[in-house]
């Protein structure tokens, strides 16, 4: 088992990808902390890993809010007494729309969800992981954090904007444990 005596923060972890690298994370005998917004599917993820035997507590609630954020780390410290990796993977897509028809209300909700989420997350993780030898950050961007022609503008910046806060990350910490990655997506 790969992950044996890991701690793991995974965000966007009731569905798709992120509930993909949970299962995978805790089949590796990582305990992991399992974020999402979604009570339900978040509850059935849990629940599921559980019954095959994994380490994982679910945290219901908005990772746009610094609070809760900040609180998924504050769990893995409290539930398991340490935090290695972080994967930063909730991200919401935007609706196509160029800069002249954005909307107000999606640029601040997709901005808030694919870009202010993992930099409250990332800050409280740093902070420890510093304190601790260091850590592993994974930010899953997509091709859009790459080109323009994927995606609206929202989308777009948040996930160029993604890549920028992991390159930043990467080299203000990678002398000192620290492995940080932009995981992109890319089209087949
Ligand atoms: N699926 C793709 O083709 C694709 C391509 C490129 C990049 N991505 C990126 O990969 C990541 C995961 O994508 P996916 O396709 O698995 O998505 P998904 O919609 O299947 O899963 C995302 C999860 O994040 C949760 N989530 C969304 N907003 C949240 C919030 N504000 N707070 C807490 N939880 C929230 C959702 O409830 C959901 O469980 C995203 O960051 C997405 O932008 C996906």
């Not at 690298?21 to 009570?39: K, L």
């Not at 409290?78 to 991200?91: E, F, K």
């Not at 929202?154 to 990678?174: E, F, I, P």
Request: proline share 2%; net charge neutral.
């Amino acid at each position: 088992m790969k992950l044996q005596g890991k701690v793991a923060v995974i965000t966007g972890a009731a569905s798709g990808m992120g509930l993909a690298m949970a299962t995978r994370f805790a089949a590796e005998g990582a305990s992991v902390v399992a974020g999402d917004w979604n009570a339900e599917r978040l509850g059935a993820a849990v629940k599921q890993i559980q019954a095959d035997g994994g380490t994982i507590v679910g945290a219901q609630g908005n990772i746009a809010d610094q609070a809760a954020a900040e609180g998924l780390i504050e769990q893995a410290l409290n539930t398991y007494g340490g935090l290695h990796i972080l994967v930063n993977n909730a991200g919401v897509m935007d609706y196509m729309q160029g800069v002249g028809e954005l909307a107000d209300d999606v640029w601040r909700r997709v901005l808030g969800i694919n870009l202010d989420g993992p930099m409250f997350t990332s800050r409280r993780a740093v902070q420890h992981m510093l304190a601790h030898g260091g850590g592993a950050i994974v930010n899953v961007a997509s091709t859009a954090g790459l080109h323009g022609g994927a995606a609206g503008a929202a989308y777009t910046t948040s996930k160029h904007a993604l890549v920028g806060l992991t390159r930043s990350t990467a080299w203000m910490y990678a002398k000192r444990g620290f492995a940080v990655t932009p995981f992109v997506l890319a089209p087949p």
